[in-house]
């Protein structure tokens, strides 16, 4: 079945410019090499607005190339990607190919990594506090002398951030070091940190990577809660297929940086193609 959000990958010669009102992402015939190495080749997807969108492949496929080309810690060699920011009257779409890599937290597109970048001697609070330091107004001297400003921001924020650890359950170690914390636990203060810079999109590279079965299964009900409560959209990757294939609503597998399929879960199962490079081949 093909998917019409798929237009431009079947025919990039009719690419529009811009997003589809139910869009929220569009990568556009986007391309980068690393030498001689193609790693992603032109390829094309769409997400719509608040869907659960997984990126499959085998290792090597250009998953996190992807994810870095969106974000712009990649410069692609060609194509576009157009997000849509903000929100009511302040939506706009942009282009994210030439941003500054620190202006995509501000448009409301935020990641994680698959490895988690946490500061050991700070507690679990002023780790998630991090990810609020785009919206602080507040200039230095303000913060060193604590001026009025500063303090109403400052108590703005540790609220907003208490909320996002109860959120996540974890609100009771919220004073703790985050050096020795559980490795789910500190998997959820990545997360409570991305909720801070008020998401229209979150990037997930590989949440469930070092999670036991039953935090993996929570994560699948953690990524519902977080795009219904905080109205977001989710782009993931994810090797673990049980979870992609149970949170996802649409999936994208690409092979060597190439488009494969983009379809329902059920339906990318049975593609001939993604069996083949990703899935392995069904035993007769």
């Known amino acids: 079945m093909v998917d019409p959000l798929m237009d431009l990958s079947l025919a990039p010669e009719t690419a529009t410019h811009s997003l589809a009102r139910e869009e929220a992402l569009r990568v556009e015939r986007l391309s980068i090499s690393f030498g001689g190495l193609r790693a992603v080749d032109d390829l094309s997807f769409a997400v719509r607005k608040k869907e659960i969108f997984g990126l499959i492949g085998p290792n090597g496929a ?52 698959q490895n988690v970048e946490i500061i050991q001697e700070l507690s679990l609070l002023e780790n998630v506090l991090i990810g609020a330091h785009i919206d602080f107004k507040a200039t230095a001297f303000e913060q060193a002398f604590k001026l009025p400003r500063a303090l109403r921001e400052e108590r703005s924020f540790r609220k907003k951030a208490e909320e996002a650890l109860a959120f996540l359950g974890i609100a009771g170690r919220r004073d703790l070091p985050a050096g020795g914390q559980p490795y789910g636990v500190l998997k ?40 219904d409560v905080y109205d977001c959209t989710i782009l993931l990757v994810e090797h673990d297929m049980h979870l992609v294939m149970g949170v996802c609503d649409r ?17 990318i199962k049975r593609n001939k193609l993604v069996q083949e490079a990703y899935l392995g081949e069904e035993e007769v």
């Not at 060699?77 to 994210?96: H, P």
């Not at 469930?208 to 993996?216: I, M, Q, R, V, Y």
């Not at 994208?252 to 488009?259: M, V």
């Open 62 to 113: 250009g998953k996190t190339t992807v994810f870095n080309c969106i974000t712009q810690f990649y410069r692609p060699d060609e194509g576009n990607v157009f997000f849509r920011a903000g929100k009511g009257r302040a939506e706009r779409v942009v282009n994210l190919v030439g941003q500054p890599v620190h202006s995509i937290i501000g448009l409301g597109l935020v990641r994680t990594f």
């Open 251 to 267: 999936i994208c597998a690409i092979s060597f940086g190439k488009f494969l399929a983009c379809d329902a879960p059920e339906e």
């Open 188 to 227: 959820k203060v990545e997360l409570a940190r991305t909720l801070m810079a008020n998401p229209r999109l979150i990037i997930l590279d590989e949440p469930a990577a070092g999670l036991n079965d039953s935090e993996t299964q929570e994560l699948s009900s953690t990524i519902y809660q977080i795009r």
